[in-house]
């Protein structure tokens, strides 16, 4: 029976604040600038792993790592007007060079469309250069001014993978933005993380961007995280920044880019939606330990070398699989004290092994997702063990997706709407005429925010009309809290 999940969702907040500190994954609130917390050595192997998933799907699909300076010139990050109006008020800048007075201040980049444009218009000048993929994974600052939360809305935003492309035509960055959502799903799908794909409205879309699709999750509270982003730019960028380029009919025209990002929020809904209230539960992909090994002391000297040298076999097993696994020999703590540890960090199998198992050369194997314990012949560990983990991968897969589903609702009027959210929150969909008065009228009606409309037509709203306007529907509108 896998286990309670009351805390967890009932006081998600202080659920999550308690699993970064039990787990020692994150040090939050006590770092004496707001908004910025200090990676704990177990979290920052979470995080070492999530950022090497990342690079090999995005080295994989033809992006190119690089490293711009965190420094921006004002009159750089000036030069894309809507760019500086929609992140004017989140901007960090510095003023001073030790005692000196900067005569142009310089931003902490908020994002890095301004420097990397800058950069590609001394090095592209020909559609034979296109595409290029170009992605860094880096600390962006922007002055929050939304409550902060560990991970998940921070002043230093410290795990930032942001991508830009370069393309010779407006078809052939859409089709980048098509990529990016596979990829995203990709690397969403490896760690079990539940999405919906939604496009932006025209009133809430990046600043700077011709359109944006975002990667929504429902987190335990109910209240929807955007957990990625990717923007069609345009020319909106190339044009200021003079980045033109050659096409084959030797004319000139300004390049087209998108941009996509994803940052410690990945880590965040990983920990949030795979946990319960034991504390997290990590997919083995990530999971700085895939297999603790908890033995059960021996009584009596004899029995105690005899469950030293089973336990031997055990890891000798551990070793040849390749498994990241530990042996908690720690005397001064019980066994079951360390379940209680283990389970808090996370790991996806424990293996509990006393003079029991020693005599009749067998394990106790325990998942951490359903908490059920299966004994295992030592003999058969190396084919069984492998498959337990893929079980465990999968089932805070289809854990976390059928959360999400649970959580998104379909309703016809915007008073259903409106209780929806008020009870439940999680996601609603309503019919849409695609305008945007409406669209507008139903976020103050409904008293959430619209998430935007899927990507395809769906085909639940063919007959159905605007609550709004009555007009026929043409897609599907989504609204929610979110954070
Ligand atoms: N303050 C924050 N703390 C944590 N994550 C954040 C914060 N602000 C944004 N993010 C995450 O970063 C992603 C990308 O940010 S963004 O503003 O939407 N898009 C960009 O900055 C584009 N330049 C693509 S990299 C968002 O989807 C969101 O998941
Ligand atoms: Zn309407």
């Not at 190339?238 to 087209?256: G, K, N």
Request: glycine share 8%.
């Amino acid at each position: 029976m896998p286990a309670k999940r009351e805390r967890w969702s009932r006081e998600f907040s202080r659920w999550f604040d308690w699993v970064l500190e039990e787990a020692g994954i994150y040090d939050y609130g006590r770092y004496p600038v707001k908004g910025m917390g200090v990676w704990l050595p177990y979290g920052f192997q979470i995080r070492r792993r999530v950022i090497e998933l990342v690079r090999r799907v995005l080295d994989g699909a033809g992006h190119e790592e690089v490293l711009f300076p965190l420094l921006i010139p004002e009159t750089l990050l000036r030069r894309e007007s809507e760019h500086i109006r929609g992140f004017e008020g989140e901007v960090y800048w510095v003023a001073h060079g030790g005692s000196e007075p900067l005569d142009v201040r310089l931003a902490l980049r908020p994002t890095s469309e301004t420097s990397i444009s800058y950069m590609e218009s001394f090095w592209i000048k020909s559609y034979k250069q296109l595409p290029r993929r170009f992605y860094q994974i880096v600390s962006i600052f922007r002055y929050e001014t939304k409550a902060t939360r560990p991970l998940i809305r921070l002043r230093e935003v410290t795990t930032f993978k942001e991508a830009h492309t370069v393309h010779a035509s407006f078809e052939d960055a859409d089709r980048q933005v098509a990529e990016a959502i596979e990829l995203y799903k990709r690397i969403f799908d490896e760690l079990g993380i539940p999405y919906a794909v939604s496009r932006r409205p025209e009133w809430d879309k990046f600043a700077g961007a011709v359109y944006t699709v975002a990667f929504d999750t429902v987190m335990p509270d109910g209240r929807v995280l955007q957990i990625g982003t990717v923007h069609h730019l345009g020319q909106n960028f190339t044009i200021p920044f003079e980045v033109r380029i050659q096409l084959p009919d030797e004319s000139l025209d300004y390049a087209w880019q998108t941009s996509y990002g994803l940052s410690d929020r990945v880590i965040a809904s990983l920990i949030a939606l795979h946990g319960d209230d034991r504390g997290a539960a990590l997919p083995p992909a990530v999971a700085p330990i895939q297999v603790v090994v908890v033995p059960i002391p021996a009584r009596g000297e004899e029995q105690a070398r005899r469950l030293e040298e089973y336990i031997g076999e055990v890891e000798e097993r551990l070793r040849r699989l390749g498994l990241r696994y530990h042996v908690d020999r720690r005397e001064e703590v019980r066994p079951g004290r360390k379940f209680y540890e283990w389970e808090a960090r996370g790991v996806p199998v424990r293996i509990e092994a006393g003079p029991k198992e020693a005599e009749t050369r067998t394990l106790v194997v325990a998942r951490r997702d359903t908490l059920e314990k299966t004994v295992v012949k030592l003999e058969e560990l190396e084919e069984k063990l492998p498959g337990i983990l893929e079980d465990v991968a999968r089932g805070l897969r289809e854990r976390a997706w059928s959360w999400l589903r649970s959580k998104v609702k379909r309703v016809e009027g915007v008073e259903e709407a409106g209780r929806a959210i008020e009870e439940e929150r999680g996601i609603v969909e309503l019919p849409w005429c695609g305008n945007e008065e409406c669209g507008k009228r139903l976020e103050e009606e409904v008293d959430a925010a619209v998430l935007g409309s899927p990507l395809e037509r769906p085909e639940w709203v063919r007959g159905k009309r605007c609550p709004v306007c009555g007009r026929p529907a043409v897609t599907s509108i989504r609204l929610a809290k979110t954070y």
